[in-house]
């Protein structure tokens, strides 16, 4: 049986230390440094507030997998992650059910190197899936 929790909101920013602080004063805290992710060409740095985890993710140059998306969103939350076991299972599941995937599975540095996937659906937009720990 496949189930999918949610597990952070991903959220663009312009500027990801301005936003930390300015998330700080809302009363999150640090759950994980800024790193560099070489691959996506992005800055990620992880928040909690309330049991709620929130990824800050911002460009580090100009062909960054978000700098189109930042040219349409700006600030703005973007996608929910769900954590699942068996990754290709869920994608074959998603994919039944209407989802499309818009990249391959990659390991994600700023997730202990647990793959992740990107899915959009034309009824629910853009989806992460990352795999459990445990899973292969
Ligand atoms: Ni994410």
Redesign the pocket.
């Known amino acids: 049986m496949l189930s999918f929790s949610v597990h952070?909101i991903?959220y663009l920013v312009k500027k990801i230390e301005k936003a930390k602080q300015t998330f700080l004063s809302l009363g999150y805290h640090i759950e994980q440094e800024t790193v560099i992710d070489d691959l996506r060409k992005v800055k990620i740095c992880f928040l909690i507030k309330d049991g709620y985890r929130i990824?800050l993710?911002s460009p580090v140059s100009a062909d960054s997998v978000v700098s189109g998306l930042m040219k349409k969103y700006k600030n703005s939350p973007y996608?929910i992650?769900y954590e699942t076991a068996g990754l290709e299972a869920s994608i074959a599941a998603l994919t039944a059910d209407g989802f499309i995937v818009i990249d391959t599975p990659t390991p994600a540095p700023a997730l202990g190197g647990r793959r992740?996937v990107f899915l959009t659906s034309a009824s629910a937009g853009m989806i992460?899936l990352l795999e459990t720990e445990t899973s292969a």
């Open positions: 952070h991903g990824e993710i996608h992650c992740v992460e």
